[in-house]
């Protein structure tokens, strides 16, 4: 009995002091899948292990140890419209060993199966990093390194963002920003909306003195093809945004959680409405197969702008029927500048026609001159009995052309038109 007790008693102290060693001289770092740090880790992660390949020219100073892999597929579209199907390989479930900062780390990444994310249903995850108290200060040195990675691999990027529940996940690859001037519109239409977002910014401080609530509507309405989204975003490259698109039909989406949607945007972004006016139409929102949303005007309305809605937050809405939105919905406050990008006018038409064949070695200055010109009465709005061309329809005409065929066929696209 006494041997027993002895080697109860000894093993007890053995955890405890395990145990107690391990507070002293370990610290853990824990980040879960829920915070922004989850996908920058894994990235770095999987970049410097592939940097520390046998095939690198170059020996990178972390290296993963680790048997226990999982594959990210990612799809890269480029400009020409093709795509490529990339395999990223980084640390599944389990416990893995690397190398940073001359300090060796363990991680373990663990996946609670048994519960989900109740909205993306999606298992949750938690990652653990541990290593020498004494190398504690090495944490937000590699936390700071995959935040900047991850940022690099986006910069001169734009970042499309959509509703996944309640939370806002990117959407495809990031794409190209887009130049402000690349998109024609009529004169003094880019230049106004571009100001006014650029003083709202400004103005923070403004509206906090006046205790008027931070935030900005803007409407653009007009044809389609006319370049609305385009401009959008085109806009928001140009001022390092992102953009949050928000699709009002999506099945399962109710006033409390477009309320939670609109109130919790990421910083930096425009918030994307599309055709408004096919969602509440009637007051009654219905996607194409018939479902009917469970989201309300009146919900709408007050996520816009009620008591429960969020601040600091810039808000684009588009739409082809001006005519059939709620005066409700329109009203100051809830839009607060309505600007209409309407069909290609004479001015708009030079421009492109300028754009696409003015740095062609073979048009001679003249003749780019002249080319305009007659673009610029074709466009005319008193010809061809008041009909208009959209700026869609003249891109795709000088795509197809060059600029003697363009202003030859330019009259027979408006005759298709007419007909």
């Known amino acids: 009995m006494g041997v027993g007790v002895g080697l109860t008693i000894l093993r007890q102290g053995l955890v405890f002091g395990t145990t107690a060693l391990r507070r002293r001289l370990l610290v853990s770092l824990e980040v879960n899948n829920k915070d922004r740090a989850y996908e920058w880790f894994l990235a770095w992660l999987a970049h410097n292990a592939q940097s520390a390949a046998p095939t690198s020219s170059r020996r990178a100073e972390s290296w993963l140890r680790s048997h226990q892999l999982s594959v990210e597929t990612a799809v890269e579209q480029r400009s020409n419209g093709s795509s490529s199907v990339l395999f990223r390989l980084v640390a599944g479930p389990?416990?893995?060993?690397?190398?940073?900062?001359?300090?060796?780390?363990?991680?373990?990444?663990?996946?609670?199966?048994?519960?989900?994310?109740?909205?993306?249903?999606?298992?949750?995850?938690?990652?653990?990093?541990?290593?020498?108290?004494?190398?504690?200060?090495?944490?937000?040195?590699?936390?700071?390194?995959?935040?900047?990675?991850?940022?690099?691999?986006?910069?001169?990027?734009?970042?499309?963002?959509?509703?996944?529940?309640?939370?806002?996940?990117?959407?495809?690859?990031?794409?190209?920003?887009?130049?402000?001037?690349?998109?024609?519109?009529?004169?003094?239409?880019?230049?106004?909306?571009?100001?006014?977002?650029?003083?709202?910014?400004?103005?923070?401080?403004?509206?906090?003195?006046?205790?008027?609530?931070?935030?900005?509507?803007?409407?653009?309405h007009g044809p389609p093809g006319s370049g609305k989204t385009s401009y959008i975003q085109a806009l928001a490259g140009s001022l390092s945004y992102d953009i949050c698109l928000l699709n009002l039909s999506e099945r399962g989406l109710g006033d409390d959680k477009l309320n939670h949607l609109l109130s919790n945007a990421p910083e930096r972004s425009f918030i994307l409405i599309e055709d408004v006016d096919a969602a509440f139409n009637k007051r009654v929102q219905t996607s194409e197969d018939g479902y009917q949303s469970s989201v309300t005007f009146s919900g709408f309305l007050n996520a816009l702008d009620g008591v429960a809605s969020g601040e600091e937050r810039i808000i684009f809405m588009t739409t082809n029927h001006l005519g059939q939105l709620d005066p409700a919905l329109i009203r100051p406050g809830r839009v607060d500048l309505s600007m209409l990008v309407d069909h290609a006018s004479p001015t708009q038409a030079r421009t492109l026609f300028t754009r696409f064949y003015g740095g062609s070695e073979s048009v001679q200055p003249e003749l780019v001159e002249r080319m305009g010109q007659q673009v610029e009465e074709l466009t005319a709005k008193e010809m061809y009995d008041g009909k208009e061309i959209s700026m869609a329809a003249l891109q795709g005409l000088f795509i197809r052309n060059n600029a003697q065929d363009a202003v030859k066929t330019l009259p027979e696209l408006f005759v298709e038109r007419r007909t």
């Open 94 to 220: 389990g416990t893995h060993w690397f190398k940073y900062g001359g300090a060796w780390m363990q991680m373990k990444r663990e996946r609670e199966t048994r519960s989900m994310q109740l909205m993306s249903g999606t298992p949750w995850e938690t990652v653990t990093v541990t290593t020498l108290s004494r190398d504690r200060h090495l944490f937000s040195k590699l936390l700071t390194e995959a935040r900047d990675l991850a940022l690099r691999g986006q910069e001169g990027k734009l970042v499309i963002r959509t509703a996944w529940g309640i939370e806002w996940k990117p959407f495809g690859q990031p794409r190209r920003k887009r130049p402000l001037h690349s998109v024609v519109l009529d004169t003094g239409v880019s230049e106004k909306v571009e100001q006014d977002v650029k003083a709202f910014l400004q103005r923070r401080q403004w509206y906090a003195d006046r205790g008027i609530p931070y935030r900005r509507g803007y409407l653009l």
